[in-house]
């Protein structure tokens, strides 16, 4: 399994996936032409990730903006890392950045933190 990184585009966001130091991030915009085409490297790393994770995952998510589409494959990022959280000695945080005065990404993130029960959910202001 090797460390994992996409530069960010007008239609897709900066991918960070480091298994040497847990830390997944997604920051910008997201809203590829193919969603599946661009979730699925990401989500099948994330399955690799989770045979072998470091004792503490850190997910952040900085998204600006991310379509209906883009929501699921964030959704299905979040309950695959979950089950990390289940696994004896293991924790995993998700950090869900978002501005003052973005009450749609607030509201997602609040949503979002109802669904993962088992891991620690930040919601953090920029």
């Given amino acids: 399994m090797q460390k ?3 530069k960010e585009t007008s239609t897709t966001p900066y991918v960070l996936l480091d298994n040497l130091n847990g830390i997944i991030k997604l920051e910008g915009r997201s809203i590829p032409e193919n969603v599946i ?10 399955e ?5 994770p470091c004792n503490t995952t850190l997910v952040h ?3 600006e903006y ?5 929501s699921k494959r964030i959704f299905d990022i979040m309950k695959k890392v979950e089950t990390i959280a289940a696994q004896e000695g293991k924790t995993v945080t998700i950090n869900w950045y978002y501005e ?9 993130g609040n949503d979002y933190k109802t669904l993962v029960p088992k891991v620690e959910f930040n919601l953090l202001e920029l």
């Fill in 4 to 6: 994992f990184e996409l």
């Fill in 66 to 70: 991310f379509n209906t589409s883009s």
């Fill in 48 to 52: 690799s990730y989770i045979k072998e």
């Fill in 100 to 108: 003052e005065d973005d009450e749609d990404i607030f509201f997602a």
């Fill in 61 to 63: 998510f900085k998204l």
């Fill in 37 to 46: 085409d661009f979730y699925q490297p990401i989500i099948h790393w994330i």
